[in-house]
């Protein structure tokens, strides 16, 4: 299950928490941005839960998200230290890593091998076009790379939402189409 903005997240954890009962293998993305998801991976460990971990791509006020980067990234790591933790003690079914963040994924592959996972188990999920190299390079060393591919007749909306909510994707896309 995708996570929208702030204000829907308490019901999409608890439409999660009912569909998980019926389909265990059903997933949840949760945003590193949000100052509340320390806790709300807190709550969900217990479940066993699938989770796919993003930065965030609404524009939330101070008192809701992390405002600066590094301190995006910072929460970023220290939740998927965590995530790779609960997955080594079967508290966490699967942990995948929504990034583009190449440093961010580096550093998360050297601590899932240090948990002695195979490369295998370190899952990295993408927007098709962005950082290309970078998902050849995952896929070329046997970790799991997934890469999305926004189709149908939404994935525009979609997609000039997400540039919408932040400009700074707009530059970051830009970026990443002209450099590969």
């Known amino acids: 299950m995708d996570m929208e903005a702030s204000n829907y997240v308490d019901s999409t954890l608890d439409l999660y928490r009912r569909a998980l009962m019926a389909h265990p293998n059903v997933g949840i993305c949760l945003q590193a941005y949000l100052y509340r998801t320390k806790d709300d991976l807190g709550t969900l460990l217990p479940l066993r839960p699938s989770i796919r971990l993003v930065k965030g791509a609404y524009n939330e ?7 600066r980067k590094q301190d995006v990234d910072k929460n970023y790591f220290q939740l998927g230290r965590q995530m790779l933790r609960a997955k080594k003690e079967n508290r966490c079914m699967r942990a995948a890593f929504g990034t583009h963040d190449v440093t961010l994924i580096r550093r998360l592959a050297n601590c899932a091998s240090e ?3 195979a490369k295998k188990e370190f899952e990295v999920q993408m927007l098709y076009g962005i950082q290309g190299a970078e998902q050849e390079r995952l896929a070329s060393e046997g970790c799991t790379s997934i890469v999305l591919v926004a189709y149908g007749s939404y994935w525009y909306p979609w997609f000039v939402r997400r540039l919408a909510e932040r ?14």
């Open 61 to 67: 006020p101070p008192t809701i998200a992390f405002p």
């Open 167 to 180: 400009p700074a994707n707009l530059w970051f896309i830009v970026r990443n189409v002209f450099t590969g």
């Open 115 to 117: 948990e002695g996972f």
